[in-house]
């Protein structure tokens, strides 16, 4: 179990911390925004870098005046520093503790055919391969993983995500996986910490930080597009002139809140007489590879809304630019995130 108490590394006019947090035997990936301070955290469990406050204990020993090297802790950084002059096999097999694992994980990650090949000889996605198979095959106490998949396009990207998933829940040590791709960290995170500005904003298991986000910041970053200020009152949120029916919740009456709506919950209604049934214009509609992104803004409102539609969802549908059609938000995906400050 790896506890980082109080932890402040500040820089010039940054300043991360204080983080509490434990990773179990379990992976916690951290996702967040150029710059939110996600390498920086990893540099101060990892002992790289000085902390200004704070404790790093791994196991029950204290770590925090152990230099890197004394800490059992392996830290893989996005351009994977390789030895050179040695074969692939040879920087995995370097610290490894046996050979027949190099081969195991060397399959795992697709890089078997590049074995051979000298390490300045690698693309940068077979470098970052090299040096994750590396790091794992040196059984570290725990795993640090700053954006290990970064290089590598998408297709390959996507499938050594659930392998990769599978391979560090095998390892049962910590593992602290930083990226900021959210489907990313959903995937391979056993719980996702969202962190911006240094601050941990909200840590818990994908579906919670992913559905029930505890602030804007975490709804926005995560997807959640949909966010709206609206007022309590006895039986629903009102919302402009409309009322939007939510799930219960512990906000007073006549208090502000921000709501949010994935956009996979808003859906074309075609029973206008259900609740949460808006009349909108659409605004405009992308294709994005998987999906459509259509956007309607409800009549009278200056707010749009975002909804995703399937392929073919979207064919049957017609929708064309500038017509009118109803939209529903899905009522118990609707979620309060915090109190919203009044506009005078
Ligand atoms: N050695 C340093 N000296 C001064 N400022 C630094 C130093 N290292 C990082 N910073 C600053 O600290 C902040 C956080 O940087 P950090 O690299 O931790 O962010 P990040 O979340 O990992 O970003 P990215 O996703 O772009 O890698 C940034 O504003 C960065 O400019």
Redesign the pocket.
């Given at each position: 179990m790896l506890v980082l108490s109080d932890l402040v590394k500040s820089?010039?006019?940054?300043e991360?911390g204080p983080i509490n947090l434990t990773v179990e035997d379990e992976v916690v990936s951290v996702l967040?925004?150029?710059?939110?301070?996600?390498?920086?955290?990893?540099?101060a469990i990892a002992g790289i870098?000085d902390i200004n406050a704070g404790t790093v204990v791994l196991n029950d020993a204290d770590l925090t005046e152990s230099p890197p090297e004394k800490r059992g802790i392996v830290l893989v950084f996005?351009d994977g520093a390789l030895f050179p002059h040695m074969t692939a096999w040879e920087n995995i097999n370097y610290a490894a503790t046996s050979p027949e694992r190099v081969d195991v994980l060397a399959e795992t990650l697709e890089i078997t055919a590049i074995l051979g090949q000298k390490a300045s000889t690698l693309s940068g996605g077979e470098r970052q391969r090299v040096a994750l198979a590396r790091s794992i095959a040196a059984d570290p106490a725990a795993l640090l993983l700053?954006?290990p998949l970064a290089n590598l396009d998408a297709p390959i990207r996507r499938r050594l995500r659930h392998e990769l998933r599978d391979l560090l829940a095998s390892l049962d040590i910590p593992v602290v996986y930083?990226t900021?791709d959210q489907h990313e960290a959903s995937i391979i995170g056993d719980r996702l910490a969202v962190?911006e500005s240094?601050t941990i904003h909200q840590l818990g298991t994908p579906t919670e930080v992913f559905m029930r986000p505890k602030t804007p910041f975490v709804a926005s970053f995560t997807g959640s597009v949909n966010l709206f200020q609206a007022r309590v009152d006895e039986t629903a949120l009102v919302w402009g002139d409309r009322r939007i029916e939510c799930p219960a919740h512990e906000y007073d009456v006549d208090q502000d809140v921000w709501f949010c709506i994935r956009p996979e919950y808003v859906t074309i209604a075609d029973d206008t007489t259900n609740t949460n049934v808006f009349l909108g214009r659409i605004e405009r509609r992308v294709f994005q590879g998987d999906d459509y992104l259509v956007t309607v803004s409800p009549d009278g409102m200056d707010e749009t809304v975002e909804l995703k539609l399937a392929p073919l969802a979207y064919n049957q549908l017609q929708i064309e630019t500038r017509e009118q059609m109803h939209i529903s938000f899905e009522r118990d995906a609707i979620h309060i995130i915090e109190n919203a400050p009044r506009e005078q």
């Open positions: 820089h010039d006019v940054f991360l967040g925004p150029s710059g939110g301070g996600k390498t920086t955290l990893l540099s870098s996005q700053d954006e930083v900021h962190i240094g």
